[in-house]
């Protein structure tokens, strides 16, 4: 289910809004001004947040722009009753996906949501990997194990197993923070810095010869983690 940040101070037309999109089967989350906004933002998890540009406390700009500090991914929708092109220009330069003036078509409003949320769906490029051999390690995700080169076999932990994999589907490649998040732990409560390290620091373990000088499992610092074969 695909959860959506409403952030709207006109209460009848958040709740026209927010009943539409649970229609739909969105589940959403609304915030009636810029600082609950950023208050939910930080405890949850979304994948797409609509902003009107003017709320009480803090603008609908200085919260995109605030959002885009943490999240360069999480598509952003702008609602606003001004047609003025400068707000429109405004709100895309600080990174606004979309923006739609008030009064607006409901069917529109739904279908910007789709296609916005349908382009920004990561799908790894199709790349499926049940599983892997990394030198003389035999890994096998659906089983969520590894068979080292003495036969013994050594079990891993569902967030290992999913973290792993996800590394691995993406070689070569700097995974965001934001898309580990996403997709290793749904929308729990996140896990620090330091507790995505920890794994990284696991995987050396288990998959390093020389830990200490990892070729494989690398962190990218202020930016994500890098699997390389």
Not at 68 to 97: C, H, M, Y
Not at 110 to 130: A, Y
Not at 171 to 180: G, W, Y
Request: net charge neutral; with cysteine; glycine share 4%.
């Amino acid at each position: 289910m695909k959860r959506i940040l409403l952030v709207e101070d006109e209460q009848s037309l958040a709740e026209t809004i927010r009943l539409n999109l649970e229609l739909e089967g969105y589940k959403v989350q609304h915030a009636a001004d810029g600082k609950k906004a950023l208050k939910a933002f930080h405890q949850e998890r979304f994948d797409l947040a609509i902003l009107d540009v003017m709320l009480p406390e803090m603008d609908g700009f200085t919260v995109c722009e605030a959002i885009r500090l943490e999240n360069s991914q999480i598509p952003v929708l702008f609602l606003t009753a001004k047609n003025s092109s400068n707000d429109r220009v405004t709100g895309l330069k600080l990174g606004a996906d979309d923006y739609l003036t008030k009064p607006f078509n409901l069917e529109e409003l739904l279908l910007r949501v789709q296609n916005l949320l349908r382009r920004t769906t990561k799908d790894n490029d199709g790349r499926v990997v049940n599983s892997y051999k990394l030198g003389d390690i035999q890994i096998n995700f659906s089983e969520m194990v590894f068979t080292k080169p003495d036969a013994t076999s050594v079990n891993l932990t569902k967030k290992e197993n999913a973290l792993l994999r996800l590394l691995i589907e993406r070689k070569n490649e700097v995974v965001s923070r934001e898309h580990i998040l996403e997709t290793v732990w749904g929308y729990d409560i996140y896990p620090s810095t330091r507790t995505i390290d920890n794994f990284i620091v696991t995987f050396r373990k288990y998959f390093e010869t020389d830990p200490g000088n990892p070729r494989h499992f690398h962190s990218v610092r202020g930016v994500g983690y890098k699997f390389t074969e």
